[in-house]
T-cell receptor, first 112, second 111 residues
Framework: EAGVAQSPRYKIIEKRQSVAFWCNPISGHATLYWYQQILGQGPKLLIQFQNNGVVDDSQLPKDRFSAERLKGVDSTLKIQPAKLEDSAVYLC??????????FGPGTRLLVL | QKEVEQDPGPLSVPEGAIVSLNCTYSNSAFQYFMWYRQYSRKGPELLMYTYSSGNKEDGRFTAQVDKSSKYISLFIRDSQPSDSATYLC???????????FGAGTTVTVRA
């Protein structure tokens, strides 16, 4: 079974630029999550999708972050404009309904 | 106060030692408890999962939950250099199934 795929693996941008991350979950997994993991901290949930609908985006900074999962499969997370404090690893995870979350390798973002 | 507290370490032990990791939590709604292992530059991978108080063993790993004290532990017996990683405790609330992570403890097992 293929795991959760994410790209790019690394991205370096300057502040105020925009950036997008892509996630392809495990086939058949209805639920998809985006997490932000700042160095030395545990992952923090940004947004949760159930198929193509948003279940929870209460911790997503909506003035600069957006995410979509148009066909209920792949998802993209965008930051526009980026700030220095957005430097982190962005993790995507997927799960069948209510079960264990499987994480991708993450995208490491550095904002200069 | 964070919902899930975990000592970030770092923890350095010699090969063969027992590694003891702990987390405390404040919300009684947490009913499902997990330990994730995260190698450098990788995503977290599930190590242990339990939902009841008591001990659960899986090979060299033992997860312990004490709901009355709101305290969970992970023990690694006969630790190996390949166990060097960051260990994250995580908990799911029974009312909304939200997953909350501890900060992670970085463990180094010296050969």
């Amino acid at each position: 079974e293929a795991g959760v795929a994410q790209s790019p693996r690394y991205k370096i941008i300057e502040k105020r630029q925009s950036v997008a991350f892509w996630c392809n979950p495990i086939s058949g997994h209805a639920t998809l999550y985006w997490y932000q993991q700042i160095l030395g901290q545990g992952p923090k949930l940004l947004i949760q999708f159930q198929n193509n609908g948003v279940v929870d985006d209460s911790q997503l900074p909506k003035d600069r972050f957006s995410a979509e999962r148009l066909k209920g499969v792949d998802s993209t997370l965008k930051i526009q404009p980026a700030k220095l404090e957005d430097s982190a690893v962005y993790l995507c995870a997927s799960t069948p309904l209510g079960e264990t979350q499987y994480f991708g390798p993450g995208t490491r973002l550095l904002v200069l | 106060q964070k919902e899930v507290e975990q000592d970030p370490g770092p923890l350095s032990v010699p090969e063969g030692a027992i590694v003891s990791l702990n987390c405390t939590y404040s919300n009684s709604a947490f009913q499902y408890f997990m330990w994730y292992r995260q190698y450098s530059r990788k995503g977290p991978e599930l190590l242990m999962y339990t939902y009841s108080s008591g001990n659960k063993e899986d090979g060299r790993f033992t997860a312990q939950v004490d709901k009355s004290s709101k305290y969970i532990s992970l023990f690694i017996r006969d630790s190996q250099p390949s166990d060097s990683a960051t260990y994250l405790c995580a908990m799911i609330r029974s009312n909304d199934y939200k997953l909350s992570f501890g900060a992670g403890t970085t463990v180094t097992v010296r050969a």
